[in-house]
């Protein structure tokens, strides 16, 4: 079943955080009597998961290149010398 | 997001940022690793999971620093290496090993599960393949927490409402397929 944006919108507020203490109230009721709903925000959540996971990962791979480029740089060679010398 | 953390997550910003914090505080953390019988890619590993929850933290203005920022990243990593390879917790997801660590870290409800860490890692490499510039859309409105003017501007659209309307239909098509592909894996409903 699709979701309209505005009832998407109006989920979305509720989990992260960003909506009243009398609409959050309201979502929460609507969970535990809706077994439809409750199901529909699992996936919603699942997809915010997924949002985070892929940004995190995203954020590794510049960490990545981060790392790559310094131990490259002839200007980090006694910075680099001293690290491999740890191990 | 305060305004320094808003500067500072541009990505030629951040780069900069995280080469000047590897600078200050690779070696440290190189060093701990490396006195326990460490590796350096394992030493890479760690020290790039605090710089994460480090960015997260700066993103969100939760970041109280009393001291300085390698010495804090270097408590971050000490606490991850730790957890990891002396309680062999290797596998364990960021968010877990995390959760003890100053009161915690937003955890997901939806993944607590190692089964659903597993398929969640499944879908994030599907989509790296297919679906990137809906990825990153979404990622600069709910990751980096730009607000829609930005993110607006950042992927070239007229204005915040056509932004706004794009995001949606990206939203859509990630839920379809983490349904889709979540029930393909079967272990992730409980």
């Given at each position: 079943m699709k979701t309209s944006w505005s009832?998407?919108?109006?989920?979305?507020?509720?989990?992260?955080?960003?909506?009243s203490g009398e609409e959050r109230a309201l979502f929460e009721a609507k969970r535990l009597v809706d077994p439809e709903f409750n199901e529909s925000i699992r996936w919603q959540q699942a997809t915010y998961a997924v949002i985070r996971?892929?940004?995190?990962?995203?954020?590794?791979?510049?960490?990545?290149?981060?790392?790559?480029?310094?131990?490259?740089?002839?200007?980090h060679r006694s910075f680099v010398e001293k690290i491999k010398s740890l191990f | 997001m305060t305004e320094t953390s808003k500067h500072l997550i541009g990505?030629?910003?951040?780069?900069?940022?995280?080469?000047?914090?590897?600078?200050?505080?690779?070696?440290?953390?190189?060093?701990?690793?490396?006195?326990?019988g460490g590796t350096l890619e394992e030493a890479e590993d760690v020290f790039q999971d605090a710089l994460i929850l480090y960015y997260e933290k700066m993103r969100d203005g939760s970041l109280e620093l009393h001291q300085r920022e390698s010495a804090y990243l270097f408590g971050i990593a000490r606490y991850l290496w730790n957890k990891r390879y002396r309680e062999s917790m290797r596998y364990t997801s960021l968010d877990n090993l995390m959760a003890d660590f100053e009161g915690g870290v937003e955890g997901e409800p939806w993944a607590e599960r190692s089964e659903q860490q597993v398929a969640m890692k499944r879908i994030v490499r599907l989509l790296q393949h297919a679906g990137k510039r809906c990825m990153r859309l979404l990622t600069a409105y709910y990751y980096e927490r730009l607000d829609m003017d930005n993110v607006a501007s950042r992927f070239g659209f007229s204005g915040k409402r056509s932004a706004t309307v794009q995001k949606?239909?990206?939203?859509?098509?990630?839920k379809q397929l983490v349904n889709e592909k979540s029930l393909q894996y079967e272990d992730f409903m409980e």
């Open positions: 009832e998407w919108q109006w989920r979305e507020d509720c989990l992260l955080g960003n909506a996971a892929y940004g995190r990962a995203e954020l590794r791979a510049e960490l990545k290149q981060v790392h790559q480029r310094l131990f490259a740089d002839p200007a | 990505e030629e910003g951040r780069k900069a940022m995280f080469t000047t914090l590897y600078e200050e505080g690779f070696h440290g953390v190189a060093q701990y690793v490396a006195r326990r949606f239909k990206c939203l859509q098509k990630v």
